[in-house]
């Protein structure tokens, strides 16, 4: 069984705070991808990885960066949080090439920003 | 640039056959997915259609018309456990767009 875990399922923050989200696969995916859920707007890309140390801006990359320094692992990091952040972030990943449409979440991280 | 449209919401009574239509408009297009996503979940891979037709996986179909731009999932004799959202996703170049989702009711 894949699994995909998220550092926290609930984080409380201030305005502010600088905040890491971490995410570890354990099934040795090239691609890693972090995406925010909001109602009404489905899953929107923000950042994502094709192999260690690479990136690549997703849809709505501001405010955001990443840090791939090992295969199992993704960080989504909020250098400067802000209100509208507040969202549910969800981890991904999958093989690379024709194996890359199918994707494996992880449980997700509910942010909220004070 | 890329779009997907699916319904918002979906209502069928258990038992029954529901279709939820997707249709989309992109570049470089490799294949179209279908993800379930229960409340509280993480979204789950359904299934994944490349060529033209039908693709069955037990209760659940998926179809997709390359020169329509269209797809659809098919849940035949639904179970109140298919209450979820769906989601439809397009894979172009090695990157994947979600759909908004459809949020499918059942009736008992």
């Known amino acids: 069984d894949v699994k995909v875990t998220q550092s926290s399922r609930y984080l409380v923050k201030r305005t502010g705070e600088k905040v890491f989200l971490e995410c570890v696969q354990d099934m040795d995916h090239e691609n890693m991808f972090w995406y925010r859920q909001d109602p009404g707007l489905g899953l929107r890309l923000i950042y994502f990885s094709y192999d260690v140390k690479m990136k690549e801006k997703g849809d709505i990359p501001e405010g955001y960066s990443v840090s791939r320094e090992k295969k199992e692992r993704f960080s989504l990091i909020l250098e400067s949080a802000s209100t509208n952040q507040t969202s549910m972030y969800l981890c991904a990943s999958s093989y690379i090439g024709t194996e890359s449409y199918e994707q494996y979440f992880g449980p997700g991280t509910r942010l909220t920003v004070t | ?108």
């Open chain 2, 1 to 108: 640039g890329q779009s997907l449209e699916q319904p918002s919401e979906v209502t069928a009574v258990e038992g029954a056959i529901v279709q939820i239509n997707c249709t989309y408009q992109t570049s470089g297009f490799y294949g179209l997915s279908w993800y379930q996503q229960h409340d509280g979940g993480a979204p789950t891979f359904l299934s994944y259609n490349a060529l033209d037709g039908l693709e069955e996986t037990g209760r659940f179909s998926s179809f997709l018309s390359r020169s329509d731009s269209y797809g659809y999932l098919l849940l035949q004799e639904l179970q109140m456990k298919d209450s979820a959202s769906y989601f439809c996703a397009v894979i172009g170049d090695d990157k994947i767009i979600f759909g908004k989702g459809t949020r499918l009711h059942i009736l008992p």
